[in-house]
């Protein structure tokens, strides 16, 4: 006995299964492509934030620093986050802060503006030093003497916020010109 033979498709239903599957070809092979696509546009669209604006960093309360006393200093310790990374806790910079009003305090960056090394604040003379050339800062952060700084400290912005509490917005300057110009 031989099998019975099954009809052949009508050539309507041929087409119908050849544009189902070239339907389904293009919608899955959109779908492979959206997410690539998708995240190539959020790069583009969406740059590194650990560069450009200024890094707000609690550091303080202003009950802590005298008034009109000497500079205090601070690591400025931060969570920092790219496009695609959060990098974990770790110091940024340091600053020395300075409380001269009630309400009022002024922020330097713990660089010498000469060379990028570090200023200490000596309070025998009342004056910051930098070791690496013998530069020296007022406590107002201007340039004393002869000095090879090309400008004062670098002042940062900073908040009081509610509470007391002692925002800095943190940021890098280039060294060794006179113009004081983020790195960021």
């Not at 690539?36 to 650990?50: D, M, N, Q």
């Not at 550091?59 to 920092?80: C, D, H, W, Y």
């Not at 713990?110 to 025998?124: D, N």
């Not at 912005?157 to 010109?177: A, L």
């Given at each position: 006995?031989?099998?019975?033979?099954?009809?052949?498709?009508?050539?309507?239903?041929?087409?119908r299964?050849?544009?189902?599957?070239?339907?389904?070809?293009?919608?899955?092979?959109?779908?492979?492509l959206?997410?690539?696509?998708?995240?190539?546009?959020?790069?583009?669209?969406?740059?590194?934030?650990?560069?450009?604006?200024?890094?707000?960093?609690?550091?303080?309360?202003?009950?802590?620093?005298a008034?009109?006393?000497?500079?205090k200093?601070?690591?400025?310790?931060?969570?920092?986050?790219?496009?695609?990374?959060?990098?974990p806790?770790?110091?940024?910079?340091?600053?020395?802060?300075?409380?001269?009003g009630?309400?009022?305090?002024?922020?330097?960056?713990?660089?010498c503006?000469?060379?990028?090394?570090?200023?200490?604040?000596?309070?025998?003379?009342?004056?910051?030093?930098?070791?690496?050339?013998?530069?020296?800062?007022?406590?107002?952060?201007?340039?004393?003497?002869?000095?090879?700084?090309?400008?004062?400290?670098?002042?940062?912005?900073?908040?009081?916020?509610?509470?007391?509490?002692?925002?800095?917005?943190?940021e890098?300057f280039?060294?060794?010109?006179?113009?004081?110009?983020?790195?960021?």
């Amino acid at each position: 006995m031989s099998s019975p033979e099954k009809p052949s498709p009508s050539g309507d239903a041929a087409s119908r299964r050849e544009f189902l599957k070239s339907a389904a070809c293009v919608a899955l092979g959109t779908c492979a492509l959206a997410a690539p696509i998708g995240a190539a546009v959020i790069v583009l669209a969406h740059p590194l934030k650990s560069r450009g604006a200024p890094l707000p960093v609690m550091l303080t309360m202003v009950s802590s620093l005298a008034l009109n006393g000497p500079p205090k200093f601070f690591q400025v310790v931060t969570e920092r986050r790219d496009a695609w990374t959060k990098f974990p806790a770790n110091a940024i910079g340091a600053v020395f802060l300075r409380r001269v009003g009630e309400e009022e305090v002024v922020a330097f960056n713990a660089s010498c503006p000469h060379l990028g090394c570090a200023v200490e604040f000596r309070k025998e003379r009342e004056l910051f030093f930098c070791p690496c050339h013998n530069s020296e800062f007022k406590k107002t952060g201007e340039v004393r003497g002869k000095s090879p700084s090309r400008r004062g400290l670098d002042t940062l912005r900073v908040e009081i916020r509610e509470g007391g509490e002692v925002w800095v917005y943190f940021e890098n300057f280039k060294s060794g010109i006179a113009e004081k110009i983020s790195t960021a």
